[in-house]
């Protein structure tokens, strides 16, 4: 059974770099077709697409993040990491990381991490 | 990009059919057969319920269906229940490797 789960920091100040890591458990991370991605959910708000990442390394961004986001992948470790720089009290959300088919739709989530962004 | 537009609430009595709509453009929903549905639970992770415009995931009931005429996608709740309360959101593919999500609908079973 697939799983995925979010983990790192829950707190920044700001201009911080916000890391966080999803690990994926139940397969391997270089299915083929699947890409891989972070989405977030500002408190009360709406989701919100980040970016999403190939095992191969490639990857694909939200043109309206994609100045301050890197996604990367460890293959070895089964893992892949989403990385947002000068980080501001905008950014403070609850995390996702999903499988992303095709770079289609979302068909399988981690439970989400919040992180908050405070002085 | 903009997001897709979502009625912010819906709402009907147990038994009772609720459709959902969600706009977008030629550019995205009218564009692709890849209009998603989720739903959401009060602090739960979104669950798929609906892909590629009509097909259901392994586990999701039959009252959840989906289509799309033109730019607009929509998702019916046939047979309402109780657990069916939630938040439920668009999402379209939206050419050049973008996805787009809609604002979310609050369902509210009377």
């Known amino acids: 059974q697939l799983q995925l789960q979010e983990s790192g920091p829950g707190l920044l100040k700001p201009s911080e770099t916000l890391s966080l890591t999803c690990t994926v458990s139940?397969?391997?991370?270089?299915?083929?077709?699947?890409?891989w991605g972070w989405v977030r959910q500002p408190p009360g708000k709406g989701l919100e697409w980040i970016g999403s990442?190939?095992?191969?390394?490639?990857?694909y961004y939200n043109p309206s993040r994609k100045n301050r986001v890197t996604i990367s992948v460890d293959t070895s470790k089964n893992q892949f990491y989403l990385r947002l720089t000068s980080a501001t009290a905008a950014d403070t959300a609850v995390y996702y990381c999903?499988?992303?088919?095709?770079?289609?739709?979302?068909?399988?989530w981690g439970q989400g991490t919040l992180v908050t962004v405070s002085p | 990009q903009s997001a897709l537009t979502q009625p912010p609430s819906a709402s009907g009595s147990p038994g009772q059919s609720v459709t959902i709509s969600c706009t977008g453009t030629?550019?995205?929903?009218?564009?692709?057969?890849?209009v998603s549905w989720y739903q959401q639970h009060p602090r739960k992770a979104p669950k798929l319920m609906i892909y590629?415009?009509?097909k259901r995931p392994s586990g999701v009931p039959d009252r959840f269906s989906g289509s799309k005429s033109g730019n607009t996608a929509s998702l019916t709740v046939s047979g309402l229940q109780a657990e069916d309360e939630a938040d439920y959101y668009c999402?379209?593919?939206?050419?050049?490797?973008?996805?787009?999500f809609g604002g979310g609908t609050k369902l509210t079973v009377l």
């Open positions: 999903a499988r992303h088919p095709l770079l289609r739709h979302f068909d399988v």
């Open positions: 030629s550019s995205d929903v009218g564009g692709y057969d890849s």
């Open positions: 990442i190939y095992y191969r390394g490639s990857t």
């Open positions: 139940g397969d391997s991370i270089s299915s083929r077709d699947y890409y």
């Open positions: 590629e415009v009509t």
């Open positions: 999402s379209s593919y939206a050419g050049s490797n973008n996805v787009i």
